[in-house]
């Protein structure tokens, strides 16, 4: 049997990120610069927060006015009620609130900190601003894959990840918000094991171990490294956006 391996390459030298800028080409051009290119079947991971800000999804604290919920919360957590205010703003519902923490179900299923929003590794300005998710972190990657796919004439995937934490280990890991050109979730009921026994309920979530696998490289400080490049991954099942990693309400045991 052939050695399966897998190459993960963090992409150096890429600028810091402004609302408006052409990220699939700023990407291009670092991977046309790092020597690697982009071949086919190669998946480019790429971090949420440059996309956030490509995207131009900053809230300027000082136009946010808190509301009562908001000002309580806050008193109670001690945190800044405007940043509060945009949390409550960006989800469906708040799931469960702890020490420093409003763990939140936001408006496009993901249940996480602070519906995500986030506060390090932007720059805030005289008043203080936030960075939302992507609106639309699905079509996000699809948008960055039909522009690198043009650009050096294959097909890739993309994926968009995040660092999410977990209710019951310690620490975060990265996950996949958006992802395009590659099965995010992969059905495996029907396959055999070792032994001929057919797998009855395994999926596996493909967009998720690559998007952790990348965030090892990523960093969550001062890295400065919001791109990877993921060569030798080998899959032909279709392709599945992330949102079918999204669990449905009606099937989660735990809310």
């Not at 005289?126 to 699809?142: F, Y």
């Not at 990877?228 to 392709?239: D, H, K, Q, S």
Request: hydrophobic share 45%; proline share 5%; glycine share 10%.
């Amino acid at each position: 049997m052939p050695t399966v391996s897998l190459s993960l390459h963090a992409l150096a030298g890429l600028p810091l990120i402004e609302p408006g800028d052409d990220l699939a080409d700023i990407i291009a051009t670092a991977l046309n610069e790092s020597g690697l290119g982009l071949h086919e079947g190669d998946i480019v991971v790429v971090a949420q927060k440059v996309v956030s800000k490509a995207e131009d999804l900053y809230v300027d604290l000082d136009t946010v006015r808190p509301s009562a919920q908001a000002l309580e919360l806050a008193a109670k957590l001690g945190k800044d009620p405007r940043h509060v205010e945009v949390v409550l703003d960006e989800s469906a519902e708040i799931v469960k609130v702890g020490p420093n923490v409003i763990v939140a179900a936001h408006k496009l299923g993901f249940v996480m900190a602070n519906a995500g929003i986030d506060e390090s590794n932007i720059e805030h300005g005289s008043s203080g601003r936030v960075l939302l998710l992507p609106r639309d972190p699905d079509g996000s990657a699809r948008l960055i894959k039909e522009r690198l796919d043009r650009s050096f004439g294959i097909s890739c995937g993309v994926v968009i990840n995040d660092s999410f934490g977990r209710p019951w280990r310690n620490g975060v890991v990265g996950v996949a918000l958006g992802a395009a050109g590659m099965p995010a979730l992969l059905d495996r009921v029907g396959a055999d094991d070792l032994f001929g026994r057919k797998l009855k309920v395994t999926e596996i979530a493909v967009a998720d171990e690559i998007a952790s696998a990348a965030s090892l490289l990523m960093g969550q400080a001062n890295e400065g490294l919001p791109v990877v490049l993921v060569r030798g991954f080998r899959e032909t099942a279709p392709a599945r956006p992330a949102a079918a990693l999204i669990r449905n309400r009606e099937r989660d045991m735990f809310r």
